[in-house]
Nanobody, 120 residues
Framework: QVQLVESGGGLVQAGGSLRLSCAAS????????SGWYRQVPGKQRELVAA???????SYLDSVKGRFTISRDNANDTLYLQMNSLKPEDTAVYYC??????????????WGQGTQATVSS
């Protein structure tokens, strides 16, 4: 089992920055990919950024160049640095962790979510 606890959300004006953190505990060694999803009411949850155990990162097109995902392996913490924020980035952000099961990536573990609100 893996436990994930997010922090760092809040209210910021457009153009500002927020840094989200996700503290992980439990069977961390079993995780292949870590990531950040976001969700707004009435829409599907979308993958914003992900990073593999080898350090390769990928991003949603709309956040490329503005968001950076990173990990502190010594402290089992995942980060999402969000710069140049826009009102459309407003969402609940979830930390998630995935393992490969029979060759398929399965997002098995989720945090409780943290609200990020960007005012115009």
């Amino acid at each position: 089992q893996v436990q994930l606890v997010e922090s760092g959300g809040g209210l910021v004006q457009a153009g500002g920055s927020l840094r989200l953190s996700c503290a992980a505990s439990g069977s961390i060694f079993s995780i292949n990919v870590s990531g950040w999803y976001r969700q707004v009411p009435g829409k599907q949850r979308e993958l914003v950024a992900a990073i593999t155990s080898g350090g390769s990162a990928s991003y949603l097109d709309s956040v490329k160049g503005r968001f950076t995902i990173s990990r502190d392996n010594a402290n089992d913490t995942l980060y999402l640095q969000m710069n140049s924020l826009k009102p459309e980035d407003t969402a609940v952000y979830y930390c998630a962790a995935a393992k490969f099961r029979v060759g398929v990536l399965s997002w098995d573990y989720w945090g409780q979510g943290t609200q990020a609100t960007v005012s115009s």
